[in-house]
């Protein structure tokens, strides 16, 4: 499975961006999406995650009431739509599939290269 992700650029603070990311080689709808970002000197974090059934959504304290994730299961792609974007969110952006908590960390089986995002102050 090949996960390719888009939309991510430069944008300034207080602005909107989303993000899609789309998979080619099997079907998902079976399968839990999840976003994750790294910053340059840090961690990879995990941001969301939206699961197949039920369609439920979960997410990182840092981004709850300003990202929101969605999937579309006809065209195999799933979504990270972010508002109210501050500097600190500047990051490369990764979806990943098959997506899983296991205690405290989320981890995912695919993933895609990576989209950076940019806010500038």
């Known amino acids: 499975v090949q996960l390719v992700e888009s939309g991510g650029g430069l944008v300034q603070a207080g602005g909107s961006l989303r993000i899609s990311c789309a998979a080619s080689g099997m079907p998902t709808s079976r399968y839990n999406w999840g976003w994750f970002r790294q910053a340059p000197g840090k961690e990879r974090a995990f941001l969301a995650s939206?699961?197949?059934?039920?369609?439920?959504?979960y997410y990182a304290d840092s981004v709850k009431g300003r990202f929101t994730i969605s999937r579309d299961n006809a065209k195999n792609t799933v979504y990270l739509q972010m508002n109210s974007l501050v500097p600190d969110d500047s990051a490369v952006y990764y979806c990943?599939?098959?997506?899983?908590?296991?205690?405290?960390?989320?981890?995912?089986?695919?993933w895609g290269q990576g989209t950076q995002v940019t806010v500038s102050s």
């Open positions: 990943a599939l098959d997506v899983r908590q296991i205690g405290t960390r989320w981890q995912g089986r695919y």
């Open positions: 939206i699961t197949w059934s039920p369609i439920d959504t």
